[in-house]
């Protein structure tokens, strides 16, 4: 399978895994918005894939240049379609999973753990002072 752009290893891997083709997605080039000044406001830079038979659109724009953009867009449009087919096991599903379990907080059993870890500690270090 030939992709009109370099993607990673990993990538090709994971379209394989899915089973795109690269024939079944559509390239759309627009102009550019944001920050970025004159260069990104005049220059083609947005790159626009949709894949035909899921419906899946991914619109990339991060970078000035058309062919990074269009790198990380084809590469984005992969994992989007791995989490499409393979649900909480796909790569992204793992990732946002990580980062809301980070974010979560503590319950109270864990805290008073902590919280007695540390007294622990403490006690130990008191028995290190000098005696005077």
């Given at each position: 399978?030939?992709?009109?752009?370099?993607?990673?290893h990993?990538y090709?891997?994971?379209?394989?895994?899915?089973?795109?083709?690269?024939?079944?997605?559509?390239?759309?080039?627009t102009?550019?918005?944001?920050?970025?000044?004159?260069?990104?406001n005049?220059?083609v830079?947005?790159?626009?894939?949709t894949?035909?038979p899921s419906?899946?659109?991914?619109?990339?724009?991060?970078h000035?240049?058309?062919q990074?953009?269009?790198?990380?867009a084809?590469?984005?449009?992969?994992?989007k379609l791995?989490?499409?087919?393979?649900?909480?096991?796909?790569?992204?599903?793992?990732?946002?999973?990580?980062?809301?379990?980070?974010?979560?907080?503590?319950?109270?059993r864990?805290k008073?753990?902590?919280?007695?870890?540390?007294?622990?500690?403490g006690?130990?270090?008191?028995t290190?002072?000098d005696?005077i």
């Amino acid at each position: 399978m030939e992709f009109p752009v370099e993607i990673g290893h990993k990538y090709q891997l994971m379209a394989q895994d899915v089973r795109l083709q690269p024939s079944d997605v559509e390239e759309h080039f627009t102009h550019g918005g944001g920050p970025g000044g004159q260069k990104v406001n005049k220059a083609v830079n947005c790159v626009e894939l949709t894949h035909t038979p899921s419906g899946i659109t991914v619109r990339y724009q991060h970078h000035r240049g058309l062919q990074r953009n269009r790198k990380d867009a084809w590469e984005l449009l992969i994992l989007k379609l791995e989490e499409h087919h393979k649900g909480e096991e796909s790569q992204l599903a793992r990732e946002r999973f990580k980062v809301r379990k980070q974010k979560q907080r503590r319950s109270r059993r864990a805290k008073e753990k902590i919280l007695e870890e540390k007294r622990q500690t403490g006690a130990l270090k008191e028995t290190r002072r000098d005696l005077i």
